[in-house]
């Protein structure tokens, strides 16, 4: 049986994670995204202390879903290195996770 995890997924500004959001519901490859707006990240780029407003996605997917998930992110994220991090779901509400299983199913062609 499949199970659920949550990836985090920095952008610089919510038009980018508007798009990229879209882009992983619409292919089903998340069942829902969060954008949270307002995050100031600090980090080492390229030798650089750096400082950026950003905005956190936070998306709910099956496991099995994950390396398709990871290459739409590459795919349509402007960084050059996106943060993206997967984190295994240790437990929830059941209903909740299996809709989020549910709504991320690869559709069947017949």
Known sequence: MDSASVVLCNVPDLDTGRAIARILVEKRLAACVNLLPGVQSIYRWQGQVEEAPEV???????????????????????????????????????????????????????
């Open 56 to 110: 956190t996605m936070v998306i709910k997917t099956a496991s099995s879903r994950y390396q398709e998930l990871q290459q739409a992110i590459r795919s349509a994220h402007p960084y050059e290195v996106p943060e993206i991090v997967c984190l295994p779901v240790a437990g929830g509400l059941p209903a909740y996770l299996d809709w989020v299983i549910t709504e991320t199913r690869k559709e069947l062609d017949v």
